[in-house]
Antibody, heavy 121, light 108 residues
């Protein structure tokens, strides 16, 4: 069974940093790209960042580019998101998701329950 | 960036009825790379449809996706109480993947 468990969320002041982690199990981790998607409680979904199977190719939403960095450790079956210069509008539930490749495009087929990030003074 | 618009905002139907959800894109979705996700309160999203019309593993045959280009639909035949959820469409045919705002399906 595919399992994705996020951790690292919490309350941080504007301008601060936080590092999210996602522990993956139940599948061959380095067979898949991975991504982060966030959701303001009670609101819709926003794709944040994605990374291919070996970490060479990454992508970011314009709203986080230059502030967030996605990375992975295939030896530890782990995905990370380093978030710097956090803003109030980054407050959300952050989901880790497994990606399926269709060649050059990716969609998410399994999601974790998420970890809550609150940016507030 | 491709903007997705979903309609209606809320759909209230009785068990056994058919639900038709719409997702319209501001420009053509490359290769019809469009997915639908179901999200129930307090749960993570669940993949329902990918590639506009392919059902994900474990999804009942009552769910079907269709459409191409800029207009897509998700149909749910013979609604069951467990189908009560918010349904989001997402395009993944461009580097900036985007989601629609969601359609809430209520079962009367």
């Amino acid at each position: 069974e595919v399992q994705l468990v996020e951790s690292g969320g919490g309350v941080v002041r504007p301008g601060g940093s936080l590092r999210l982690s996602c522990a993956a199990s139940g599948f061959t981790f380095d067979d898949h790209g991975m991504s982060w998607v966030r959701q303001v409680p009670g609101k819709g979904l926003e794709w944040v960042s994605g990374i291919n199977w070996n970490g060479v190719s990454t992508g970011y939403a314009d709203s986080v580019k230059g502030r967030f960095t996605i990375s992975r450790d295939n030896a530890k079956n782990s995905l990370s998101l380093q978030m710097n210069s956090l803003r109030a509008e980054d407050t959300a539930l952050y989901h880790c998701a497994r990606e399926v490749s269709t060649g050059w495009a990716y969609y998410s087929d399994h999601w974790g329950q998420g970890t809550l990030v609150t940016v507030s003074s | 960036e491709i903007v997705l618009t979903q309609s209606p905002g809320t759909l209230s139907l009785s068990p056994g009825e058919r639900a038709t959800l719409s997702c319209r894109a501001s420009q053509s979705v490359s290769n019809n790379y469009l997915a639908w996700y179901q999200q129930k309160p307090g749960q993570a999203p669940r993949l329902v449809i990918y590639g506009a019309s392919s059902r994900a593993t474990g999804i009942p045959e009552r769910f079907s996706g269709g459409g191409s280009g800029t207009d897509f639909t998700l149909s749910i035949n013979r609604l069951e109480p467990e189908d009560c959820a918010v349904y989001y469409c997402q395009q993944y045919g461009s580097s900036r993947r985007t989601f629609g705002p969601g359609t809430k399906v209520d079962i009367k």
